[in-house]
């Protein structure tokens, strides 16, 4: 049982939780960069997170040490088909945004992160799939002006998520919480166990 103090402190938290932003990672093989991206999420106040490996890809196995114990605080949602993620998303009423530097991605900071939005982020080597890409409402890229033409994908994740972040914060949506009570005592619950 949590002391007063503990339970104070998960109702604070959980009166930030965002239920109108996700992030999906498609075939991040480093558990590492999966570690890296949950802490970003809970960092931010995001709820869940939807990991789909698929094409032989398996699951990482994330350890206390490196996720940072942060997937105790998020609802981790698993799928073997990018398609079958994104009609759960879509039947949630999401808009699909993707990371991709390409000639049709637009700037991240043209993104209205005022609307419900899954973030997708792509693999280290060769980001997301074709699948992705023509299945997205929108594809964007983070402006750089270096010779590198890509950033690790747990970089881009907390760039992209503190533009949200920000956003969000302006318009006001930590000022009250967006889960209603009964939400949030399932979370509790699930904190809890």
């Known amino acids: 049982m949590p002391t007063e103090k503990r339970m104070e402190r998960m109702m604070e938290v959980l009166s930030k939780r965002q239920n109108d932003i996700v992030v999906v990672l498609e075939n991040v093989h480093d558990p590492h960069n999966v570690s890296a991206v949950l802490r970003t999420c809970d960092a931010i106040g995001i709820l869940d997170i939807y990991l789909v490996y698929h094409s032989g890809q398996k699951f990482p196995q994330l350890n206390n040490k490196s996720s940072g114990r942060v997937r ?9 088909s990018i398609l079958e993620c994104f009609k759960e998303l879509k039947e949630q009423g999401f808009t699909i945004v993707s990371t991709n530097v390409s000639s049709n991605s637009k700037s991240l900071y043209d993104i209205d992160f005022s609307q419900k939005i899954a973030l997708v982020f792509g693999n280290e080597h060769v980001g997301i799939s074709t699948e992705v890409k023509e299945s997205s409402d929108s594809v964007i890229f983070i402006p750089q002006v270096g010779f590198a033409e890509s950033l690790n994908i747990s970089v881009a994740c907390s760039i992209c998520l503190y533009e949200a972040f920000r956003q969000k914060n302006i318009l006001g949506h930590y000022s009250s919480p967006k889960l209603d009570t009964k939400e949030q005592n399932l979370i509790l619950n699930l904190w809890n166990s």
């Open 72 to 80: 105790k605080w998020m609802i981790v949602h698993k799928f073997t």
